[in-house]
């Protein structure tokens, strides 16, 4: 009879078995695929969502300073979902550059002549895209979310004492360089969407003949649709039809 510590050992080395195989699949080529396609999706619903909060600029500035307050009212709820977006981007990230180093580790020698068959320019430049989004979100929070470029307008308040959110960016997207800025931004966001979106549907298997081309499509729509959405707000404030 095999002593009690022994048996407890057993226990614990078995009960971990199911934790291990977990990480195994992750850390496969397929779950490293697999998990930033879910990724993708979460952080593509995101940006469809934040778009359509913006779309408040629209109408006016007691429309959009009462919806940045009732985000900023549920502080649990609007850290816990800051957090959570933060742990997506970076798993994301982290996962694509895995996933990109164990690519060229597998084929060290490139290519000598490149053939892109229906490979358009948004699946053909992914990294580039992605690496140039990751740079604009940054500039972003710290432009408009933190306000560490112009503290003055992003501490402003307006008549009820909200936060002038409104204001905030109304006077953001009077400056010409800004607006290049991120009319850039939008053009990287719409190239990088349109792909991975329809990719991150592909991985997880939701293929069928008779669908197939709806999936294609659902990429290049929603990235139009948030694009069009995003620099209406910046071009309709920067010709001064939206205004404070």
């Given amino acids: 009879m095999e002593p009690s510590g022994v048996q407890v050992k057993k226990a614990a080395r078995f009960?971990?078995?199911?934790m291990i195989r977990f990480f195994g699949h992750i850390l496969t080529s397929l779950g490293s695929k697999v998990l930033i396609a879910l990724s993708g999706l979460g952080l593509a619903g995101f940006v469809v969502f934040h778009m359509l909060g913006n779309l408040q600029v629209f109408e006016g500035q007691d429309a959009l300073n009462a919806y940045a307050a009732f985000l900023r009212d549920m502080p649990m709820a609007l850290w816990s979902a800051r957090v959570a977006?933060?742990?997506i981007v970076g798993l994301h990230i982290g996962l694509s550059v895995r996933l990109a180093i164990q690519n060229r580790r597998a084929r060290p020698a490139g290519y000598v002549v490149h053939h892109?068959?229906?490979a358009s320019l948004a699946s053909r430049t992914m990294a580039l895209t992605g690496s140039l989004l990751v740079l604009?979100?940054?500039?972003?929070?710290v432009h408009l979310t933190a306000g560490w470029l112009d503290p003055e307008f992003h501490n402003r308040v307006d008549l009820r004492g909200q936060r002038d959110v409104f204001g905030n960016i109304v006077h953001a997207f009077q400056n010409p360089l800004l607006v290049a800025i991120y009319l850039a931004g939008q053009a990287v966001l719409g190239l990088h969407l349109s792909h991975a979106l329809s990719s991150s549907l592909q991985t997880l298997g939701l293929e069928h003949p008779m669908l197939d081309r709806l999936f294609r499509g659902a990429g290049p729509l929603v990235a139009l649709l948030v694009v069009v959405g995003n620099v209406a707000i910046i071009l309709a404030i920067a010709f001064g039809l939206v205004h404070a």
């Fill in 15 to 18: 009960d971990s078995l199911p």
């Fill in 85 to 87: 977006l933060l742990a």
């Fill in 116 to 118: 892109y068959r229906r």
């Fill in 136 to 141: 604009f979100i940054v500039f972003h929070l």
